[in-house]
């Protein structure tokens, strides 16, 4: 591949910082044209005290436009916003020219005191039989930002009220945890068919962990069960990583680490990738090994011996971490991955976290017990690199919430194990806010529902905050109430992640559920970025703002030749993202038609250096209007402006379902 150098300077103007947060926008898409007016929709996850769009202009980042919306009215409101922009300036005068980037501040002048549950809890969109991980899109400035990804291991349709099946794979949904597109049968990722999840794992764990790379891409694991042990005509043990694009669609989807062939890696009970291109890596925790022998002594020995019977299906009998660089490359991964943390250092890892400055945050699954006869602690914070990894800190056994000893309502309700060696102990998913310097924590089997199963530490210290805890359960709709609710929110919490506002998000397989806190943050505000922008008389491009595309001496890769991709999602409902690539400066022309050739909308129509970028369809034809289900074809014509001229045409289908 050819390379370049990028000197785009970006001009720094002073912006909102972002308060410790809670509000937020997100989902950002921008109508237009080439004519007046722009529609610029948004979702909003809380009703909003006060909403400011913001138009700049490209490249000087001069506030041109602000278009202020009051509490209670469309803009302001939880759910879908749009608000229209006529082209026109603060100041006098109209955009006729030029490119504009798009902000969007929300503001709550009002907040909360102590941590509310925000998100949509309606069936079915917040019911699931057993969902085991959970990943949020932070990326500002991308399409999918603020989205909320899934994973379902199991499969099966949920007790509460309203629910219905809810299929094994990776669902996705917007910040307030609604269905994507309001509907499963978009929300139920269509990449889920491509990669066999009902083969995979025995009967849980498929898929177990998922995550949201730097490259927006989403990346999801399976870890096997325990039955899953190769013994009297068991399955053998698998699992691997499969990877698709933001919205999982069918054509995007492969495996990066294979399921079947162990060879290089054994079940992976989390993962998280950091990097893009060349650099790009892939950490996991892996489960080397079954759990097998008597629960009553706490050894849990691996054995191979196909007498021996498998007893105890609560956890692996041994974990490590490890580090895969996979580069640029696509298909499944076959080179041998890196030793970050050795069994001996993190016996009973189970998930792991990094933060910006590259610490690796890893939380061990393991009873009280048995945590305290082995020294496993909970939450411990390592920095270093592979091999040589040296440990910051690590949580002290005493250091969380009670549980309790035994619930009785007419005697018991409020006695708990005081004296327990290990609260902090069985932790099971963990999620960073940097912001606020929290490492937060997921706690399930305390043998005896905990008071609270979510417990934020310090980053810097590993020591509880005891306001950044809470139960995820009835108790936060008690008057805040956490000490005299049934279960303190269920015992069976899976994971915990945090959006880029600073709101908790989690699922519960006991709850059977998806839920979203918001911190008691009070008085804040959240600047958005569109990872749209308007180019006057031409259409919407991909903001030139974005970090991928306005970064100063950065290393960008130009593409080999033309390519037009595979829109996503396929099927859609209304909009649609479709990528292509010019390898020289070009003239680029992308029509949409129908199934007898008639144009419906010109999507692009202009000069573009050489490059990769991404236009949406919404939808509507020239005129506005929205069109009739069925398939449609797009079509990229481009012209080489710098060589010979020659010209390469590539047309695809794609299916709008309303």
């Known amino acids: 591949m050819k390379k370049m150098l990028i000197g785009l300077v970006i001009l720094l103007v002073a912006l909102p910082n972002n308060l410790p947060a809670k509000i937020f926008a997100s989902g950002i898409t921008v109508d237009y044209s080439g004519s007046w007016p722009a529609t610029i929709g948004y979702f909003l996850n809380e009703n909003a005290t006060s909403v400011q769009v913001i138009i700049r202009d490209w490249p000087g980042l001069t506030v041109k436009k602000t278009i202020s919306i009051s509490s209670g009215v469309n803009g302001a409101l939880l759910g879908p916003n749009e608000v ?23 503001v709550d002048t009002v907040g909360h005191t102590g941590w509310q549950i925000i998100s949509y809890k309606t069936g079915p969109d917040s019911w699931f039989w057993s969902p085991a991980g959970v990943a949020v899109n932070k990326r500002d400035f991308s399409p999918t930002f603020g989205m909320i990804y899934v994973a379902e291991r199991t499969g099966g349709t949920s007790s509460n009220p309203g629910a219905m099946l809810t299929p094994r794979g990776v669902y996705m949904f917007n910040a307030y945890g609604q269905y994507y597109q309001e509907s499963q049968t978009f929300a139920y990722a269509a990449g889920n068919s491509v990669i066999p999840w009902s083969l995979l794992s025995g009967n849980e764990g498929a898929p177990f962990s998922i995550e949201v790379g730097p490259d927006n891409r989403i990346y999801a694991a399976s870890v096997s069960s325990n039955a899953n042990n190769g013994l009297g005509g068991a399955p053998r043990p698998n699992g691997g990583v499969a990877v698709g694009d933001a919205v999982w669609s069918q054509a995007s989807v492969d495996s990066v680490i294979g399921f079947f062939n162990l060879s290089n890696h054994g079940p992976i009970s989390d993962i998280l990738v950091r990097g893009t291109g060349a650099s790009r890596t892939l950490y996991t925790v892996e489960q080397n090994g079954i759990a097998f022998g008597s629960q009553a002594d706490g050894f849990f020995n691996f054995n191979k011996d196909t007498s021996a019977r498998a007893s105890w299906s609560g956890d692996f009998e041994k974990a490590h971490i490890k580090a895969y660089t996979i580069g640029t490359a696509s298909g499944t991964y076959s080179g041998a991955g890196v030793e970050v943390l050795s069994n001996t250092q ?69 006695t708990y ?85 600073g709101n908790v998000v989690w699922v519960n397989s006991s709850s059977e559920q998806i839920g979203v806190h918001s911190p008691p943050a009070g008085s804040n505000s959240f600047l958005s970025h569109s990872g749209w922008a308007i180019e006057v008389g031409v259409g ?77 369809w919404n939808g509507k034809d020239a ?3 929205s069109v009739a289900s069925g398939v449609y074809l797009y079509r990229l014509a481009a012209r080489d402006l710098r060589q010979d001229g020659a010209s390469w045409v590539s047309m695809k289908k794609m299916l709008l379902v309303k």
């Open 84 to 106: 229209l922009w006529d082209g026109s300036f603060d100041g006098g005068g109209s955009a006729t020219t030029g490119v504009f980037v798009i902000e969007i501040n929300a």
């Open 540 to 616: 919407v491009i991909v903001s030139p703002a974005a970090p991928a595309t306005s970064v100063s001496n950065d290393s960008r890769t130009i593409p080999d030749g033309y390519a037009l991709a595979q829109n996503y999602p396929n099927p859609f409902n209304p909009e649609t993202m479709i990528s292509f690539s010019v390898p020289t400066t070009s003239e680029v022309r992308i029509v949409v038609v129908d199934m007898l050739g008639r144009e419906v909308k010109q999507l692009v129509n202009s000069v573009r250096n050489a490059g990769t970028y991404e236009v949406m």
């Open 346 to 414: 993190v016996p009973k890892a189970f998930r792991i976290e990094m933060d910006s400055e590259g610490a690796l945050y890893v939380v061990q699954q393991e009873l009280a017990p048995y945590a305290v006869k082995n020294t496993v602690y909970g939450l411990s914070k390592w920095t270093g690199t592979p091999g040589s990894m040296v440990e910051v800190w690590h949580t002290q056994f005493s250091d969380g919430p009670p549980y309790r000893k035994s619930y009785k309502p007419s005697v018991d309700s409020v």
């Open 417 to 501: 194990n005081l004296d327990s060696l290990a609260r902090a102990s069985s932790f099971v998913g963990v999620g960073l806010d940097e912001t606020n310097g929290i490492v937060y924590v997921a706690r399930r089997n305390t043998n005896g529902r905990p008071l609270h199963n979510i417990i934020g530490y310090s980053m810097t210290t590993g020591q509880s905050v005891p306001s950044y805890s809470f139960a995820t359960g009835y108790s936060i709709g008690n008057a805040g109430d956490t000490t005299l609710v049934t279960g303190g929110g269920g015992n069976n919490i899976r994971d915990v992640t945090v959006d880029a506002a």
């Open 623 to 625: 005129t506005g209007r």
